[in-house]
C-alpha cells in the first residue's frame, strides 16, 4: 500500500511531504495536487480578523485551547496570539480544558480540568469553572 501511495503521489504535482499535507486523512495533499497554496491558519485568520490592532487597543489577550500541550507552541493559536501580544507588552492568558506544557510565558493559566478535579466534570458542566478561571486570571492581572 505505501509503495503504492508513493507512486500515485508522484504521478500528481504536488509534494506530499509538505507539511500539513498529510493532515485530516490527505485532504491538504489532495488540495495541493489541484493548485491549492497551504497557509499557516492561526497567521492567516489573525491577519484576516485584525487581531494585531485589537491586541494593540486591548488591556489583555486571552486565549486558549482544549488541551494545551508540547504542539501548541507550534503554530497553534495560543502560541500566535501570545507572540502578537509580547510585541506590544500587552499581558496574555492562556484557558484551556487541560495544561499539559510550560505555560510560563503567559502572565497566568487556567486549566479547566484542574479547577474541576477532573476532565469529565469541566466537560460536563463546564460554565462555573470558566467563572472560576475567569476570576483567578483577573486577579493575576491585578
Known amino acids: 500500500m505505501d509503495a503504492?501511495?508513493?507512486?500515485f503521489a508522484s504521478l500528481l504535482p504536488a509534494a506530499p511531504d509538505t507539511p500539513g499535507a498529510g493532515a485530516a486523512g490527505g485532504t491538504a495533499f489532495g488540495l495541493l495536487a489541484w493548485g491549492a497554496t497551504l497557509e499557516p491558519g492561526a497567521a492567516l485568520v489573525a491577519e484576516t480578523?485584525?487581531?494585531a490592532p485589537a491586541i494593540r487597543a486591548a488591556d489583555a489577550a486571552v486565549t486558549g485551547e482544549g488541551r494545551f500541550?508540547?504542539?501548541?507552541?507550534s503554530g497553534k493559536v495560543p502560541s500566535f496570539v501570545l507572540a502578537a501580544a509580547a510585541e506590544t507588552d500587552v499581558p496574555a492568558f492562556l484557558v484551556a480544558g487541560a495544561i499539559a506544557a510550560e505555560t510560563g510565558a503567559f502572565r497566568a493559566a487556567a486549566s479547566l480540568?484542574?479547577?474541576?478535579?477532573?476532565?469529565?466534570?469541566?466537560?460536563?458542566?463546564?460554565l462555573p469553572?470558566?467563572?472560576?478561571?475567569?476570576?483567578?486570571l483577573a486577579r493575576?492581572?491585578?
Open 4 to 7: 503504492a501511495l508513493t507512486h
Open 129 to 136: 469553572f470558566l467563572e472560576r478561571a475567569g476570576a483567578d
Open 113 to 126: 480540568t484542574d479547577l474541576a478535579g477532573s476532565s469529565a466534570a469541566a466537560i460536563a458542566d463546564p
Open 140 to 142: 493575576a492581572a491585578s
Open 49 to 51: 480578523i485584525g487581531l
Open 69 to 73: 500541550d508540547a504542539q501548541s507552541a
